[in-house]
Nanobody, 119 residues
Framework: EVQLVESGGGLVQPGGSLRLSCKTS????????MSWVRQAPGKGLEWVSG????????YYADSVKGRFTISRDNAKNTLYLQLNSLKTEDTAMYYC????????????RGQGTQVTVSS
């Protein structure tokens, strides 16, 4: 059974940082590209960032480029997202997904971790 378990969300002030983690199981992690997607209150899913299976190529939405960094540890079957210089508009539920690295293709995703940016 494919499982994706996100953690690391929380409440942070504008300008702050968080590091999200996604522990995976049930599939051969290093075979798959992975992505992070998010859903803000009242809005649809938004692709945020993606990384190829070997970790050699990364991609970002314009809205987070230069502030977020995606990475993976294939030995630990874990995906990460470092969020820096957070803005109130980054408030959303963040999901990791087994998906194309350049967009969300409705692949498996976890239950999500909530990120709230507020003063």
């Amino acid at each position: 059974e494919v499982q994706l378990v996100e953690s690391g969300g929380g409440l942070v002030q504008p300008g702050g940082s968080l590091r999200l983690s996604c522990k995976t199981s049930g599939f051969t992690f290093h075979w798959y590209d992975m992505s992070w997607v998010r859903q803000a209150p009242g809005k649809g899913l938004e692709w945020v960032s993606g990384i190829t299976s070997g970790g050699y190529s990364t991609y970002y939405a314009d809205s987070v480029k230069g502030r977020f960094t995606i990475s993976r540890d294939n030995a630990k079957n874990t995906l990460y997202l470092q969020l820096n210089s957070l803005k109130t508009e980054d408030t959303a539920m963040y999901y990791c997904a087994r998906s194309s690295a350049r967009s969300y293709d409705n692949g498996y995703r976890g239950q999500g971790t909530q990120v709230t940016v507020s003063s």
